[in-house]
């Protein structure tokens, strides 16, 4: 029977314990994260959401509509040799009017991935804006 030290029993343990899923992802409540709102229309956000996280190079992996108002993208940037990668959830809500509010969270896939992004939301934003002056 093979043994090993307690060290590396730990370091597993902490390893496997500190994983982000897309599951775990979907379940945050859909105003979590960072939010900034637009004075634009919810499709053409949810369209410049959805271009902006390309953009920002995640590939967008699933799109639902949780609400007759709102729109959910969830995305992965994939590993790196500097990171294990990290999900992106883009929740875009109508509000009154014109007025449009999306929310940005981030999670890495581990939790003891120091070395990535951790935030994505500036840079969306920022596509989000590009994008939506353009038009």
Request: a positive charge; hydrophobic letters at 40%.
């Amino acid at each position: 029977m093979r043994r090993f030290s307690p060290l590396t029993v730990l370091l597993v343990s902490a390893l496997a314990s500190g994983c982000a899923t897309t599951g775990g992802l979907r379940q945050e409540p859909l105003t979590a994260g960072v939010k900034r709102t637009y004075a634009a229309p919810l499709g053409r956000v949810v369209a410049a959401a959805r271009q902006a996280m390309i953009g920002a190079g995640i590939t967008v992996s699933e799109v639902s509509q949780p609400s007759p108002n709102m729109w959910m993208l969830q995305g992965k940037k994939g590993t790196s040799a500097w990171s294990w990668g990290e999900l992106v959830r883009v929740v875009v809500q109508e509000g009154d009017g014109e007025q449009t509010t999306v929310y940005v969270i981030t999670r890495r896939r581990m939790a003891t991935n120091i070395t990535a992004e951790g935030d994505w939301s500036r840079s969306i934003f920022d596509q989000i804006d590009l994008i939506l002056q353009s038009k």
